[in-house]
């Protein structure tokens, strides 16, 4: 059984969709061992309702070194799923390989510092581009640089608006993810 621990900030319904996935056998020979969270936000209610241990590490003075404390040796897979603070190189190096994030665009389009969120819809959007997506990538020093693991994309539509797409993109996020993990922890 391979050890998971999922970061998140927000609603978590990446979370979500990655546990269904564990229960469903779609993820197979995995367990999700800890989530931990930047700041309060639904995604730990989500944790809680599958009792999944879970921690809350607040951003700060001592932010890294709760974090690194909080991650169990024996973790296969970190997985940022909608994670918003930037991990420091150190961090990226020691879980080289073993730690994953998923983008709101088709990288290496629209990534990089201030490119999360909305922020990436929008500029989308304001370019004009004819499709957009998401991107499942290893994580580096370098953000939103790491090697690509797996992509979906969908065209960009006429009347679409930063709203539009963000839903569009998120029912990529669940397909992809899901199969992403899979494929990394039982290659
Ligand atoms: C996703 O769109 C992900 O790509 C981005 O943050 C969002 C998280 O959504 N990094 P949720 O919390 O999983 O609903």
């Known amino acids: 059984m391979k050890n998971l621990v999922i970061l998140i900030s927000g609603s978590g319904t990446n979370l979500q969709r990655i546990i269904d996935c564990i229960d469903s056998g779609e993820i197979r020979n995995a367990k999700v061992n ?23 590490i607040k951003r700060g003075k001592d932010f890294y070194d709760n974090l690194e404390k909080a991650i169990p040796g024996n973790t296969d897979l970190i997985v940022l799923a909608g994670f ?7 961090f990226c190096e ?25 922020h990436v819809h929008e500029a989308v959007i304001e370019s004009g581009e004819k499709e957009s997506g998401a ?22 539509e ?25 494929l990394i922890l039982n290659k």
């Open 34 to 56: 800890l989530v931990i969270a930047d700041r309060e936000c639904f995604g730990l209610e989500r944790a809680t309702k599958h009792n999944i241990p879970n921690l809350l």
């Open 84 to 90: 918003l603070s930037i991990l420091k190189p150190e």
């Open 94 to 118: 020691k879980w080289s390989g073993k730690i994953i994030n998923i983008h709101p665009a088709l990288l290496p389009k629209f990534g990089g510092k201030g490119m999360w969120g909305h």
């Open 135 to 156: 991107t499942v990538h290893f994580v580096t020093s370098g953000i939103d640089e790491g090697e690509i693991i797996l992509q979906g994309k969908f065209d960009v």
């Open 158 to 182: 006429e009347n679409d608006s930063a709203e539009t797409l963000a839903q569009k993109v998120h029912q990529i996020e669940y397909d992809i993810f899901p199969k992403a993990i899979d």
